[in-house]
């Protein structure tokens, strides 16, 4: 595997701890910047909101650079927004440094996903995937805790230096580790790259990816509350708990990468099936604490762990362009929100158990648009890597 692909699951890493570190220091924020915790909670929306719309229009602003510029132009602008963040003397500056981050993320994550491509064996592209993205897991598992514990110590403003210097720290491993690829001679134009989304197919394969992820995200948004209220677990076990469902992530990840190059449509397949087990097995079973902890790790082994299969099957059914994979984070992205704001709304109507129920509809849903993929077949073909030779580089 190419060290570039470990080095841009380091800027993943940055970025997801950004993204995830207002969640960890609401109290400490909303004191810091005369706000409510309701507003602070906006921050987090904002930040999402902007990576789903904003993302892909920085995406199109950077297609023309080559890759390992394009990336260095996304972490400048994320730094500058973690710097304005970490400076933000009111609100308004704090949304303001929310939105700009959010939009540097998103494109971070398409253009990287698109250069592991380049930059990979077909046949190994999954794995590769996988391996980028667990800087997402190491994110939610370490990240978090990490920016929590510095902003809990030293002031949230820390917490904010802090992502800026691994931020620093990813710019220059990536300026060092990852292979100047200039864009092919005769790669995919502008028009050639949206051209690709009028195949109704891939926003059928997109809308997967929404069900998969929204179907987690609406119970993971209320794990903390299911745990102690209804499994009866003391709020200081929570994290501990949490930190666990992080490890599951981190080895499902693994897990999926290995088969989602040769089985991808089957490995999507079997992940929503076990996801609707265990997200109906957890809402029936959340009383007991012993069957709700084994739901819990199941979700974390197979909900957004399926990432590798589905950036696979999106980058065949497409192309494995920045556009597309930008666009397809943006899915991702409103999965996220579908899922956490709905189950918001159900609890309010059926109770902390109806976000886990929503989770499996969302999962079966997800499914049926699987299927027909599955009933045909087709033989594993490699994505078009677009602005890509057909073989690029394979080690550094």
Not at 56 to 76: C, D, E, H, S
Not at 151 to 179: D, K, N, Q, S, Y
Not at 237 to 257: E, F, K, R, S
Request: hydrophobic share 55%; proline share 6%.
């Amino acid at each position: 595997m190419p060290r570039a692909v470990y080095v841009l699951a380091l800027g993943i890493f940055a970025m997801v701890t950004s993204e995830f570190v207002v969640a960890g220091l609401m109290p400490q924020m909303a004191d810091g910047l005369n706000a409510t915790i309701p507003q602070i909670g906006y921050l987090i929306t904002a930040f999402a909101v902007a990576m789903a719309a904003g993302g892909p229009f920085l995406t199109v602003a950077v297609m023309k650079l080559p890759p390992r510029t394009a990336l260095m132009a996304l972490f400048a602008i994320f730094l500058a927004g973690n710097v304005l963040a970490a400076t933000a003397s009111g609100y308004a500056t704090m949304m303001a440094a929310r939105i700009v981050t959010g939009i540097a993320s998103q494109a971070f994550f398409g253009v990287g996903i698109s250069l592991c491509a380049q930059i990979t064996r077909p046949e190994v592209r999954g794995r590769a995937i996988a391996v980028a993205m667990n800087g997402l897991m190491l994110g939610t598992l370490l990240g978090l805790p990490i920016s929590t514990l510095v902003g809990e110590h030293f002031g949230w403003r820390a917490a904010f230096w802090t992502i800026t210097l691994i931020t620093v720290i990813a710019a220059v491993a990536t300026l060092f580790g990852v292979p100047r690829i200039e864009r092919a001679q005769g790669g995919a134009t502008f028009r050639e790259e949206v051209g690709v989304f009028r195949k109704p197919r891939l926003w059928l394969v997109l809308s997967t990816s929404t069900l998969i992820i929204g179907a987690t995200f609406s119970a993971f948004s209320y794990f903390n509350p299911i745990l102690t209220d209804l499994a009866g677990f003391s709020a200081g076990t929570v994290p501990v708990l949490l930190i666990a469902y992080g490890a599951a992530t981190v080895v499902g990840n693994n897990v999926v990468g290995r088969f989602a190059d040769k089985h991808t449509v089957p490995v999507l397949a079997v992940g929503l099936v076990l996801n609707t087990v265990f997200l109906a097995g957890f809402a029936l079973l959340a009383d007991l604490p012993v069957p709700a902890i084994i739901c819990m790790m199941g979700i974390g082994l197979v909900g957004v762990t399926m990432n590798p299969a589905m950036a696979t099957r999106v980058q065949r059914t497409g192309n494995a362009g920045p556009l597309v994979n930008t666009v397809h984070s943006s899915f991702i992205t409103l999965g996220i929100i579908l899922g956490s704001s709905i189950g918001a709304v159900v609890i309010d109507v059926w109770g902390l158990r109806a976000p886990l129920w929503l989770g499996a509809f969302m999962a079966v849903a997800g499914l049926a648009t699987v299927l027909p993929d599955l009933a045909r077949r087709p033989a594993p073909e490699p994505a078009p890597a677009a602005g890509a030779p057909a073989k690029q580089a394979e080690q550094v």
